[in-house]
Structures are given as structure tokens and as C-alpha cells.
């Protein structure tokens, strides 16, 4: 099924203009709320054909700069190269799959 990467600045291009679905992950380790959706986001990894590609913010800025992320967590859906929707801050696992399924259906 899917997988779970670490990108950071240099790579994040390269991973996110590819023709598959990508989820962005912005977190950093203080944040309890990204810390917390983490599992979830493993679990969606291994039921669905789609790349979590986790950035750490506090190391890689230039990508949070280019898209305005103000506040973490903060979730970018792209796929075929082009950011398909966003949305900021921790749910519950019935929620990403039901914001997932509005656009992998």
C-alpha cells in the first residue's frame, strides 16, 4: 500500500510534483498534536496507495515559508503535482479518512 518518508527542503519538490497521491505532514517533536495524529497517519499509510511525507518544520522553513504555514499540524494533499486541499490541526482517524475519501474517491 502507501508509505511513510521523512522529506525536508531539498527533496520536498521532487516528492510531492510525483503522480501519486502525497499527504504532507508539518510537525515538529515539541508539538503535542502532531505527536499525537503520528499513528494515524502510519495506519492511513498502510490502508491506502498514498505517500505521508512528514517535514520537520523546525529544521526545513523554506517549505513552510512557500505554502504559509502558520500553525502546526498542518496537512497538504497533492496529487499528480498539484496541492489538491489542506487543513490544519489533529482529528480523529474517521476524520482524515472522511476528508480523504472527499477527494481519493
Do not use: Y
Request: charged fraction near 20%; proline fraction near 7%; include cysteine.
Amino acid at each position: 500500500m502507501g508509505r511513510v518518508i521523512e522529506v525536508n527542503d531539498t527533496d520536498f519538490d521532487a516528492v510531492t510534483q510525483s503522480d501519486e497521491w502525497v499527504l504532507v505532514d508539518f510537525w515538529a517533536p515539541w508539538c503535542g498534536p502532531c505527536r499525537m495524529i503520528a499513528p494515524t497517519l502510519t495506519q492511513i499509510a498502510q490502508e491506502r496507495e498514498i505517500t505521508i511525507a512528514k517535514l520537520n518544520t523546525d529544521v526545513n522553513p523554506l517549505s513552510s515559508g512557500k505554502f504559509g504555514i502558520r500553525g502546526i499540524p498542518a496537512l497538504l494533499l497533492f496529487n499528480n503535482g498539484k496541492l489538491v486541499d489542506q487543513m490544519a490541526g489533529a482529528m480523529p482517524k474517521p476524520g482524515f479518512d472522511q476528508w480523504l475519501n472527499r477527494h481519493m474517491a
